[in-house]
């Protein structure tokens, strides 16, 4: 407890009304809490600081994505610090005081995460450089679902790449943290558990769903173009496309939903081999 004043949890909504509060009403109200409102929800900013006097609200002018909305998170936090995290994430009481504990101990990091019950990380996500610590994992990447900041090391990164609306930023930013010399670990006796898309509190489910997979498929091309190389991201990419657009061919007239789903995904990518913006955005 006595830690909190060091630190502050941030989220980014797109009416995410309900599942913010699931989340904070569970939390210390000593602890700072920014919500960055990437649609200006109707309500959202009067009903969460009349209600707990711990939290602020930011609205974008624009909807800024993933990227804008966790970098404004960045420009308003000023304690030692801070953690990001996606609203359908769950996880256990003390878990934000191990952090601060953790973090105590050992001191150099950028980043801090838990390890998600259901997702395991691949072998290349893993640092191959040396570790004092045996607890705690050294990695190269980690999921961004919830991050633990050292914001002093933060600023020392830059921000995420705003370039990205949707998916692939923290990977991005791990990458780039970590061609810089930055330490990021993952807690494995720290679980945290994600439900995956219940985060948007809309109607559209399709459309929320296609607009995704779009996004995905952009992101996963712009990150191997930049990060590694341009035949990089054709290769890890190019098998995408052709599965999509058979998939697309196969479920024209049988079934909607998928029909839809497969045509997102081959336009992100063909959007993004011709060089276009990640212009894609939902119609409420």
């Known amino acids: 407890m006595k830690h909190y004043k060091n630190l502050t949890i941030f989220f980014v909504s797109y009416y995410s009304k309900k599942t913010i509060f699931k989340i904070v009403k569970k939390l210390d109200s000593k602890i700072k809490i920014i919500i960055i409102d990437n649609a200006n929800e109707k309500g959202l900013k009067n009903y969460f600081e009349k209600k707990f006097s711990n939290i602020r609200v930011i609205i974008s002018k624009y909807n800024t994505g993933q990227t804008g909305g966790i970098n404004e998170g960045f420009r308003n936090i000023k304690t030692k610090y801070a953690i990001y995290m996606d609203s359908d994430v769950n996880f256990g009481s003390k878990i934000i005081d191990k952090f601060l504990d953790i973090a105590d101990i050992i001191k150099d990091f950028t980043i801090l995460a838990p390890q998600h019950e259901r997702s395991f990380y691949k072998k290349e996500f893993f640092s191959n450089k040396s570790n004092k610590f045996k607890d705690f994992n050294l990695m190269k990447l980690v999921h961004g679902q919830f991050l633990f900041f050292n914001m002093k090391n933060v600023k020392k990164v830059g921000k995420f790449d705003e370039k990205i609306f949707l998916y692939y930023e923290e990977t991005d930013f791990c990458l780039r943290a970590y061609n810089k010399g930055h330490k990021i670990y993952v807690l494995p006796k720290l679980k945290v558990s994600h439900l995956g898309g ?10 929320i769903e296609a607009n995704k997979h779009w996004h995905y ?27 999509s657009v058979i998939k697309f061919l196969i479920f024209y007239f049988l079934n909607n939903r998928k029909k839809t789903i497969y045509f997102n995904k081959s336009s992100g990518l063909i959007n993004a081999y011709l060089g276009k913006t990640s212009y894609k955005r939902i119609v409420i």
């Open 217 to 243: 498929m952009w992101s996963k091309f712009y990150y191997y173009r930049k990060n590694y190389s341009t035949y990089s991201a054709y290769k890890n990419t190019v098998p995408d496309l052709i599965t």
């Open 198 to 207: 219940k985060s948007v509190n809309l109607k559209n489910s399709l459309e």
